[in-house]
């Protein structure tokens, strides 16, 4: 059974990582089509004025919290969440368990060449996990229909979608029917990173949750970004305060 927080309104499963991925495994048994979704602030911020998103969140088979202000802005709910799961140590906890098995993924979006590259590094860590199919996410109308019918035709286990939030939550819950894969995850940019084209936080700031600020310091465009942080703090102590 599902214990549910919410967070301004968006539902957070209440899992640390081990359970996150036995959740995940257990999906893969399940009939039917399942999604995995993994906000940070920013895209809570995003729902709050975006109905779709906020739908499809609502909708999603395990909604875990990829950013340290989530499980910060949880200490307001009943319930606490556990821990932060970040979307790319999920999928490096996945690959872990599920190389050697029959499970299979398939890995769409990013840059011409970037999931390419992600799965070659990605079975040479892992040995024996098997990727069925790769495409990158740039397309139009027609290439979408063939990249949904080689999604289909390969029948992953695993879908990894990194098209960016709120795109790739969106286009997931849009086409699982269609596609067929037992689990879908959208994981933003996590290819670059599995592909060496985008180095992680030091650990340090990874342990004190201040991922967010080593990108700010290395990638400056981000700053607009950035923004949402404060705001998303603030409407969660002034919805406290209503209570």
């Not at 906890?93 to 029959?102: I, K, M, Q, S, V």
């Not at 990249?147 to 992953?156: A, E, G, L, Q, R």
């Not at 990894?160 to 596609?179: C, D, H, S, T």
Request: hydrophobic residues 45%.
């Amino acid at each position: 059974m599902r214990k549910i927080t919410q967070v301004l309104n968006v539902p957070f499963d209440a899992v640390t990582m081990k359970e996150a991925v036995a959740r995940v495994k257990l999906l893969l048994n399940t009939e039917g089509q399942h999604f995995v979704c993994t906000p940070n602030p920013e895209i809570v911020m995003e729902a709050q004025r975006d109905k779709e998103l906020m739908s499809v969140l609502r909708e999603a088979d395990m909604v875990v919290p990829d950013g340290i202000g989530v499980v910060w802005a949880s200490k307001y709910s009943s319930i606490r969440l556990k821990e932060r799961v970040a979307g790319y140590d999920l999928t490096q906890n996945l690959f872990a368990e599920l190389a050697g098995t029959d499970h299979t993924l398939y890995f769409f979006g990013g840059a011409p060449g970037v999931a390419a590259e992600a799965a070659r590094k990605m079975m040479k860590r892992y040995p024996g996990l098997k990727i069925a199919g790769v495409h990158n996410g740039f397309f139009d109308v027609e290439e979408e229909k063939k990249i949904i019918h080689d999604i289909k035709k390969t029948s992953p286990s695993i879908l990894l979608v990194g098209l960016g939030a709120p795109k790739q939550e969106k286009w997931i819950y849009e086409n699982m029917r269609l596609f067929g894969a037992k689990v879908s995850i959208g994981v933003g940019g996590s290819f670059d990173v599995m592909a060496g084209n985008v180095k992680r936080a030091p650990k340090v700031f990874q342990k004190f949750g201040l991922e967010w600020f080593y990108r700010l310091i290395t990638q400056p465009t981000r700053w607009r970004r950035m923004m949402r942080l404060p705001i998303f703090a603030f409407t969660v102590l002034k919805t406290r305060k209503r209570r």
